[in-house]
């Protein structure tokens, strides 16, 4: 169990400019999620995926957020120009279909400048 | 709509006494509960869950108890170390959303020698 990895730890970008996070998880998880926290806040549910399929998205994810899981393994956040409301620290997190923990990855520290 | 409540946002304890940590929440189809501890720019970890058949679950030196009538848990932590010094996030989840989370705001905890 080597946890859930995500790359890169920080990020700046200039508004405008468009980002991809990577996240691996635990190997033998086949759930997926992605999370948003700000601060002095509780992480927001964002998206999450079953194998390679993207199960739900929330309203929080505008049309300018994108997750894929192309061979069930490691996911991608790409988010299309921008804006600084989009700061926040962006966490990944693994777990079984069933039962079991939710485990968290450490984190991208997203800053739009 | 904040589902999932920690209406203390610091609690500051001695070292070697007792932690209380309130949470508590609105929608009664939550059946599964997670404590986890976060450090400053590291992802949450898991600390200790409870099912919603339960009432108490004990972890070592963490003790997660569940009143299902009053909607309400706490997690108790003895005794408190200095490492203990966090902020502690309450989360909830459905069984058939596994692992779509929703959290508390969290709890700023201080352990003073």
């Known amino acids: 169990d080597t946890g859930v990895s995500q790359d890169p730890r920080h990020k700046i970008t200039k508004r405008g400019q468009n980002v991809t996070f990577r996240c691996d998880p635990i190997s033998e998880h086949n759930r997926l999620y992605w999370y948003r926290q700000t601060l002095g806040q509780g992480p927001e549910f964002l998206t999450y995926?079953?194998?390679?399929?993207?199960?739900?998205k929330s309203r929080l994810l505008s049309d300018r957020f994108s997750a894929e899981r192309p061979k069930g393994s490691f996911s991608t956040l790409e988010i299309q120009r921008t804006e600084q409301g989009d700061s926040a620290m962006y966490l990944c997190?693994?777990?079984?279909?069933?039962?079991?923990?939710?485990?968290f990855g450490s984190g991208t520290r997203l800053t739009v400048v | 709509d904040q589902q999932v409540k920690q209406n203390s946002p610091s609690l500051s304890v001695q070292e070697g006494r007792i932690s209380i940590l309130n949470c508590d929440y609105t929608?009664?189809?939550?059946?599964?509960f997670l404590w986890y501890k976060k450090y400053p720019a590291e992802g949450p970890t898991f600390l200790i869950s409870i099912s919603s058949i339960k009432d108490k679950n004990e972890d070592g030196r963490f003790t997660v108890f569940l009143n299902k009538s009053a909607k309400h848990l706490s997690l108790h932590i003895v005794p408190s170390q200095p490492g203990d010094s966090a902020v502690y996030f309450c989360?909830?989840?459905?069984?058939?959303?596994?692992?779509?989370?929703?959290f508390g705001a969290g709890t700023q905890v201080v352990v003073t020698p």
């Open positions: 997190a693994s777990s079984l279909v069933m039962g079991g923990d939710v485990r």
């Open positions: 995926f079953q194998n390679e399929a993207q199960l739900e």
């Open positions: 929608n009664s189809m939550f059946d599964y």
């Open positions: 989360a909830a989840s459905k069984v058939d959303s596994w692992g779509k989370l929703q």
